[in-house]
């Protein structure tokens, strides 16, 4: 996989996961769905994105 498969991997987990926390556990997890969705957003405005600084520091193949 290169860079960019782990990111939407990692995006799409994050954003399951914590419609699964926000449904079953406190609504307030909701906020990190709407985090991580404007990041997703930010990220394809600015060309930055902290978890592909994250994956580059862990040399996944880009």
Known sequence: MRINDYL???AG???LLSVALGY???PAFFL???FVG???LQ????????MMAILRKL???E
């Open 43 to 50: 990220s394809a405005f600015s060309g930055w994105c902290p």
């Open 13 to 15: 987990f994050f954003v």
């Open 59 to 61: 040399r996944v193949q």
């Open 32 to 34: 990190f769905t709407a």
């Open 38 to 40: 404007l990041n997703l």
């Open 8 to 10: 939407r991997a990692i």
């Open 24 to 26: 079953w556990v406190h």
